[in-house]
């Protein structure tokens, strides 16, 4: 142990032209093309005439460092090593000798076990956040769950046969870190939070009345100590107060519930970016494998496959064929609780007399 | 040595993850039980995840816990069941800085491996939800000195609570030839300069920066930023006719007109024998034509930047999606970056003067109004920022209440030149 005092250095963002692979760095802001040679494999043209191979893998996200090393040893023996990682926890390796793509790819799927895809109209790998494995608010697990969807997705993600890209994340609780897709999957909280009143002393009561969306807490006495009651009737089970308080506990391993929402976007491309929308609700959080989960994340995927036209993503796909199709194709029942009564709630109802008969 | 390091062996007992051993997605539960035969705090770890899996429950709380003179970057986690996995009392994860747009040398990548197994766990995450590599397992002391090894390799620790966050770039430059501008460049130099808000939680609240090269936004700006940054072009795109044609040749016509020029948000594209005529001063820059036609289309030579504002997830007033702030600006210069920089600091200056605790930026301009906000950082209003004019007639304009009668107050200072209402004591 060094005996250094520890001090802020302030270093900031490491320095990437230090990581960049040699083709990177010669031809950088000098690219001219890119192609997909085959799912999982890009290949990127320089004006210079050099070529770029990017092996695309799905990574399990979390690793060992074992497996990091291993990782390594790859890119050491064929990527001059370099790789880089995409914003979905894929791995890239960078080659840049055509002669060594073939030994590559092999050791890739051979020897990492890690599938090749996740390029052009596929599904790729799933943003996903920590769940039980490190998170202190989660309703549910994120690696695991998504380790089991992936399983069923496998096809989709090694060929690139879909209308376009489909990308699928997983939150854990409602504060959702996982953030939109193109079909999402949130924990559903179903009660008000359950308040320790005797441990309440290690919040910020201010800031535990001041983060609630719906103003459903207000301050109380309980037994002689300062604490907060909820009003239940204005309660909508966020749990927006739990991650501020450990001691509004919102999560019920009983009642919780996982839900599916579909059309996120935030590609500019042909239409603006858009929010997702609830597709399906009430699925049971099912460890260890989530298999209601998968059927009906299939169910969302063969239907947009069967009808969406090239390029589209899947919620321009809805918008196109509308919400009564989606429902019907999907054999999703449509209930009350799809029709929205948030901030969005008027302008999300036909406003017109458009109607499919 | 720290306690992560020392713990004793112990059995697994994991008949619900054992589940995750089967199928052809990588499973990090595999991975992680080979590993515990090395790393024996693993098996508690992987043990109280099984007891998760039971009883549908979680076993972590956090705490607070700081390298000296940071205000952010560890995240602390003690576990309710340290009676049983006492290695798990203190199991915190260290955020790193990822390099821009992720890229590795395996130098750089084994030593973080090294460094997350000599002070914890040894168990890495590429890549956190924000951006940065997450290193998993440290013990109190453990993180410090993961912090210090970290420090001394020219790493730097992540940013959490109400700061700037680590910021997060597509590969732009480095490997697309769609980037519009250096998004690596400009996501250092915003890390670099502002390192200090990065470091010191000081702001209203979080406030995040996602940089994407095109309006395909591999960063996910749109939705998942307070201030995306987004390359863009003025004046015509690139069109190589010829090829074009070859493109009309291998695809045929029907292709072309049914995935390319119908699927043209603002109408601005059409075919004429085999050449392709774009109304450029009609085109919203969406990409889409490029996307398809990427041989023959390219973005235009004269490039900059898009600059929005505002988007983030549900909580509070539901999602907010960013909205245009600057329509148009270069990014080439250092005399461009210098003027980036003071723009991001008259933007925080605003909202963190006035916004509320807890606050994000795009909750506090639906607070307060675009217009105000425009006023308060001092831009002019320009009709790109707005999909439409307001239709609410309820209005105060300045301009039209003059005084009725004597000693009336027709104008309520406006909220950028109003008087503290507390002022501090010292």
Known sequence: MSNKPLAPRDQGAPDYTKLLHPLMAKNYGAWESHDRLRPGVLVHTAKSGDKLYSVRAGSPRTMSADTVRKVCDIADKYCQGFLRFTSRSNVEFLCGDKNDLDGLVNAVENSLGWPLGGTGPSVSNISHTQGWLHCNLPGSDAAGSVKALMDELIDEFKNETLPNRVHISSSCCQINCASHGDIAIIVQHHHPPRINHANMQICELPKVVAICP??????????GMETVEVVNEKCMYCGACHGQCPSMEIRDSETDTLSIWVGGKVSNARTPPTFMKLAVWGLPNNPPRWPEVGEAVRRILSAYKESAKPWERVGEWIDRIGWQRFFEKTGFPFTRYHIDDGPEALSNLNRSAMVRL | MSVNQTSQAMELHTPMLNELESGPWPSFFSDLKEYSKKKPIVAQLLNQLEESYENRWNYWLGKIINAPGYGGGIIARVSELSHKYPGLANFHTVRVIEPPGW????????????????????????????????????????????????????????????????????????????????????????????????????????????????????????????????????GPMQVDQAKVAEFIDEKGIEYLIDNVITRCPTRCLAVRGKSLEVDNDNCVRCMHCINVMH???????????????????????????????????????????????????????????????????????????????LKGVGLEPDPRMIRQPRTTPYIKFEELAPTRFEGEQTKMPPVWNREAEAVETA
């Open chain 1, 214 to 223: 719906a103003a459903a807490i207000r301050p109380a006495v309980v037994n």
């Open chain 2, 295 to 373: 041989h023959a289309l390219k973005p235009g030579l004269d490039r900059g930047v898009t600059i929005l504002v505002g988007g983030h997830r549900t909580l509070k007033i539901g999602d907010t999606l960013s909205s245009v702030l600057v329509p148009f600006m270069k990014l080439e210069t250092d005399e461009d970056l210098d003027e980036l920089i003071s723009f991001i600091e008259r933007v925080w200056e605003f909202w963190n003067d006035n916004g509320m605790d807890h606050e994000r930026i795009g909750e506090f301009i639906h607070r307060v109004g675009m217009g105000t906000f």
């Open chain 2, 103 to 234: 890229v590795y040398s395996t130098e750089s990548l084994r030593n973080l491996a090294d460094t997350a197994e000599r002070n914890g766990a040894g168990i890495l995450q590429f890549h956190g939800m924000s951006g940065d590599v997450l290193l998993l397992g440290f013990d109190d002391a453990g993180s410090l000195q993961c912090v210090e090894d970290l420090m001394n390799d020219g790493w730097d620790i992540g940013g959490s609570g109400a700061a700037m966050r680590t910021l997060q770039c597509c590969v732009g430059q480095a490997r697309c030839e769609m980037a519009c501008y250096d998004t690596m460049k400009t996501t250092k130099h915003i890390t670099d300069t502002f390192i200090h808000y990065l470091h010191r939680p000081e702001f209203v609240y979080k406030f995040k920066f996602k940089l994407s090269g095109c309006g395909n936004d591999c960063a996910n700006s749109m939705l998942r930023s307070d201030m995306p940054i987004i390359g863009t072009w003025r």
